[in-house]
C-alpha cells in the first residue's frame, strides 16, 4: 500500500495487503478519549502510546481511498471511524464490503461503487455523509443500518431485487422525513418500481440509461416536463439522472434531441 497526494487529497491506494485496523489501538484511543475531558481529543495531549500515536494520525491523515484492481473484499471495520475520509473509489473486482467498513467515516460524501459489488455489510457506511446512493445491479444483500445516520441522504436506489436489511435509513434525517410523509412502509424504495407512471424515473435511475429509452418514454408521458414530475418521496426523474453514477447521457443532452426530432429535423 502506498500514499500519494491525488487531486490535493492523501490517498492510500488500498490493496489488501496489510490489516490496517488494529482492534487494541482502537480500545487505547477510545480510552484515552473518555477519561479526558477536552472536547477536540488532541492526539499530542492524550497519554497514549506512540505505537497508538502513529496509528491515529495515519487514520486521520487519509482524505481518498483507491481500492486497486484486484481486491474483492474490504474486512470489517478497515476504515471505522477515518473521519477525513471524503472520496472512495472501488476498483470493480470488489465484490464484499465487510461490517463497519466505513463506519463514522464523517467526511464521506463521495462513493464509486465496484459494478461486481455483491454484498454490503452491517452498518457499512453508517454515520457518513452521503447525499446520494446508487447500488450496482449485481449487489444481493446490503446489511442492518448500512446507510444509517447520513443526515444528507435524499437518494437510495436499491435494484428491485437487492435483500434489505433492517431500518436502513434510521437517523438519515432527510430521507426519513420524505419516507415518513408516505406511512408506507418500504414506500421510499418500492414507489418507481412499479407502475407505468414511474417510468422515466426508472430508467433515469437505472443501471447505464439509454438516450434511445429515454427519448421514446418522454414521447409517451407528455413532452420535456416529464423530467419535473416527483415521485412519492419528492425525487424527479431529472434529479435521478443528474445524480446517477451510471448515466453517461446529460438531461440537456435528451432534451435538445427530443426538440430536433419533434420539429422533424431527424
Request: with cysteine; glycine share 6%.
Amino acid at each position: 500500500m502506498r500514499v500519494a497526494t491525488v487531486d490535493g487529497l492523501v490517498t492510500l491506494y488500498y490493496d489488501g495487503s496489510k490489516e490496517l485496523f488494529n482492534r487494541d489501538l482502537e480500545l487505547e484511543w477510545i480510552r484515552a478519549c473518555q477519561r479526558t475531558v477536552r472536547r477536540d481529543n488532541d492526539i499530542e495531549s492524550l497519554n497514549l502510546s506512540l505505537e497508538c500515536k502513529e496509528y491515529i494520525r495515519q487514520r486521520l491523515s487519509w482524505q481518498q481511498i483507491i481500492v486497486v484492481d484486484g481486491v474483492t473484499e474490504i474486512p470489517a471495520k478497515t476504515f471505522k471511524g477515518c473521519k477525513n475520509i471524503k472520496r472512495v473509489i472501488f476498483a470493480d473486482t470488489v465484490t464484499r464490503i465487510g461490517m463497519v467498513a466505513f463506519s463514522n467515516c464523517k467526511s464521506l460524501q463521495h462513493v464509486r461503487w465496484p459494478l461486481n459489488l455483491e454484498n454490503i455489510g452491517e452498518r457499512a457506511f453508517s454515520n457518513c455523509n452521503l447525499s446520494s446512493v446508487f447500488i450496482p445491479p449485481r449487489c444481493q444483500n446490503i446489511g442492518d443500518y448500512a446507510c444509517s445516520l447520513n443526515d444528507n441522504l435524499e437518494i437510495l436506489n436499491v435494484p428491485q431485487n437487492t435483500a434489505l436489511g433492517l431500518l436502513e435509513i434510521t437517523g438519515s434525517t432527510k430521507l426519513a422525513k420524505l419516507y415518513m410523509k408516505q406511512n408506507v412502509p418500504g414506500w421510499w424504495l418500492t414507489n418507481i418500481n412499479f407502475g407505468n407512471h414511474f417510468d422515466l424515473h426508472r430508467i433515469c435511475s437505472s443501471f447505464e440509461p439509454t438516450l434511445e429509452m429515454i427519448l421514446d418514454t418522454m414521447k409517451e408521458r407528455g413532452g420535456p416536463k416529464t423530467f419535473k414530475v416527483e415521485n412519492n418521496i419528492g425525487i424527479t426523474p431529472s434529479r435521478y439522472l443528474k445524480e446517477n453514477p451510471y448515466a453517461h447521457v446529460k438531461e440537456k443532452e435528451v432534451i435538445e434531441k427530443y426538440i430536433l426530432q419533434m420539429i422533424g429535423e431527424l
